[in-house]
């Protein structure tokens, strides 16, 4: 069992930044690929970004690719979402997720754990 609790979440301007965190506890010594992914009111949970466990290899959906940048700190048991020129479409519920086996990672069905999610809202 692995539990997640993302941070960082909070209300700023367009074209401003936010870093989220999720810290993870439990089972961390098993070597889950994580992803980011949010959602906004009246839509469904949608892929933002996901790593690998080595942090080798990441992806990102096609709407925040060059804003956002994914990352981890193993050491830590911890991994983030800087997010960059904030538009008021980021406005979501964002989630964090834990996998095993890097494939399909753009599918929530994919992945076991889930953290309770973090607001981010961005103001135009």
């Known amino acids: 069992q692995v539990q997640l609790v993302e941070s960082g979440g909070g209300l700023v301007q367009a074209g401003e930044s936010l870093r989220l965190s999720c810290a993870a506890s439990?089972?961390?010594?098993?070597?889950?690929?994580m992803g980011w992914f949010r959602q906004a009111p009246g839509k469904e949970r949608e892929f933002v970004a996901a790593?690998?466990?080595?942090?080798?290899?990441?992806d990102y959906a096609d709407s925040v690719k060059g804003r956002f940048t994914i990352s981890r700190d193993n050491s830590k048991n911890t991994v983030y979402l800087q997010m960059n020129s904030l538009k008021p479409e980021d406005t979501a519920v964002y989630y964090c997720?834990?996998?095993?086996?890097?494939?399909?990672?753009?599918?929530?069905?994919?992945?076991?754990?889930w953290g309770q999610g973090t607001q981010v809202t961005v103001s135009s």
């Open positions: 439990g089972r961390t010594g098993i070597r889950y690929d």
């Open positions: 997720a834990a996998t095993l086996g890097y494939t399909d990672i753009y599918d929530p069905k994919r992945y076991n754990y």
């Open positions: 790593i690998s466990w080595s942090g080798g290899t990441t």
